[in-house]
């Protein structure tokens, strides 16, 4: 079975400071890795994925997220914050094999930026 | 296009009514899927469809059914609402590309 931990569950930044949440998951095969942004009172929205070729990938708003295979993980990372950016964050994960459609969200982390 | 929509918007329930929640897509996405949303528990995947006439279970699927009759409409169904099910339900869609588009959500209150 797939599974996602992200252990920030709450993190206030001041605005211009750089962000790292973290997120690491569990899966016995190769995946494809998601990182969804709720913010107040919307629904998810992609901001970046993972399929296969470049760890390093960038996403929209200037987001991006490293997967390292060794270490099960796939960060999200951006060099400076704007208040604009508060919200949930939520990795996922999905088993790359054949008739895998299951998506499995991490519990999120709730990320508040300080003006 | 509409997207993904989901209705009601709200709903309250007292504890033993059925009801249907109502998911509609128009980017004619074969994947459909619905989840839960609690505090500090994320979102866990209810049911699952991958094309019309197909479903299946997803993390948390007891006390919930579903069926897809046709590509556009996936409609989850509450038999007996329970106070558990108190939460909100977000509907998504993807294609092969495996970007999910979701809904807006329903906040169900169950007394």
């Known amino acids: 079975a797939q599974s996602v931990s992200q252990h920030n569950h709450h993190v206030i930044l001041s605005e211009a400071a750089s962000l790292e949440l973290g997120c690491n998951y569990s899966y016995g095969g190769t995946v494809n890795l998601f990182w969804y942004v709720q913010y107040p009172g919307q629904h998810l929205q992609l901001l970046l994925k993972y399929f296969s070729g470049d760890p390093l990938v960038k996403g929209i708003k200037g987001f991006e997220a490293e997967f390292i295979k060794s270490k099960f993980s796939f960060n999200l990372r951006k060099p400076s914050v704007q208040w604009s950016d508060t919200a949930e964050y939520f990795c996922?994960?999905?088993?790359?094999?054949?008739?895998?459609?299951?998506?499995?969200f991490g519990t999120g982390t709730r990320l508040t930026i300080i003006p | 296009n509409a997207g993904v929509t989901q209705t009601p918007k709200f709903q309250v329930l007292k504890t033993g009514q059925s009801m249907t929640l109502q998911c509609a897509q128009d980017?004619?996405?074969?994947?459909m899927s619905w989840y839960r949303q609690d505090p500090g528990m994320g979102l866990r995947l209810i049911h699952y469809?991958?094309?019309?006439?197909?479903?299946d279970q997803g993390e948390v699927p007891n006390g919930y059914n579903v069926s897809r009759s046709t590509t556009e409409d996936f409609p989850l169904r509450l038999l007996s609402a329970a106070p558990s099910q108190t939460s909100v339900y977000f509907c998504?869609?993807?294609?092969?590309?495996?970007?999910?588009?979701f809904g807006p959500g329903t906040r169900l209150t169950v007394t």
């Open positions: 469809s991958v094309g019309a006439g197909i479903t």
């Open positions: 998504a869609s993807w294609d092969s590309l495996y970007e999910q588009y």
């Open positions: 980017m004619n996405h074969e994947y």
């Open positions: 996922a994960v999905k088993g790359s094999n054949f008739g895998n459609e299951k998506l499995t």
